[in-house]
């Protein structure tokens, strides 16, 4: 499995703010993901982070809410922009790696967003 | 896109017996079916996945089973203990290179 670490890991905003969240893995991973997981909801994708290239968002995602970087192979951010109440989750970065013989996704511990 | 239905959305059984939690996908093309538990407060941790190629995977007392044909799967959970209380997930994805889709959640109570 990965090390995979966020910082921050809450976070207390006003809204028209903007944060950068920041997702470091221990090895070079190919696959990395954004999940925003709403207060008591479950997980949803927001985009695939693509080294080297534009990040991949999912259906009412945006690039310009939540522009994402992937400098490397093991470090990714993603930015909520011009936040609002919600926009307040945990955000979640997942990264595919190889377990076993078989590529398995595993999440980081996530960061907390309130946004007043 | 894909759509995944979960049931039921809590489940309270008595410690011992046996736990089943339901989930069916939409979209044909996927082929991995991971679960995760997520204690409070906490990041979701994979407890046991399976892939199109296999209709049954088993790990000590925790079990999924896939029907492609009918495009469900089910997550299995015998002698539960009350550390098995959690929110627990199912999702799909159609290979190594999609993000997951997930289900709304089971919360799992287990009573002494």
Known sequence: SAVISQKPSRDICQRGTSLTIQCQVDSQVTMMFWYRQQPRQSLTLIATANQGSEATYES????????????NLTFSTLTVS??????????????????????????????????? | GENVE????????????????????????????????????????????????????????????????????????TETQPEDSAVYFCAAAGGGADGLTFGKGTHLIIQP
């Open chain 1, 60 to 71: 009412g995602f945006v690039i310009d809410k939540f522009p994402i970087s992937r400098p």
């Open chain 1, 82 to 116: 011009n936040m609002s109440p919600e926009d307040s989750s945990i955000y979640l970065c997942s990264v595919e790696a190889r377990d076993r013989g078989t590529d398995t996704q595993y999440f980081g511990p996530g960061t907390r967003l309130t946004v007043l």
């Open chain 2, 6 to 77: 979960q049931h039921p959305s809590t489940l309270s059984v008595q410690e011992g017996d046996s736990a089943v939690i339901k989930c069916t996908y939409s979209d044909s093309a996927s082929n991995y079916f991971p679960w995760y538990k997520q204690e409070l407060g906490k990041r979701p941790q994979l407890i046991i996945d399976i892939r199109s190629n296999v209709g049954e995977k088993k790990d000590q007392r925790i079990a999924v089973t896939l029907n492609k044909t009918a495009k469900h799967f089910s997550l299995h959970i």
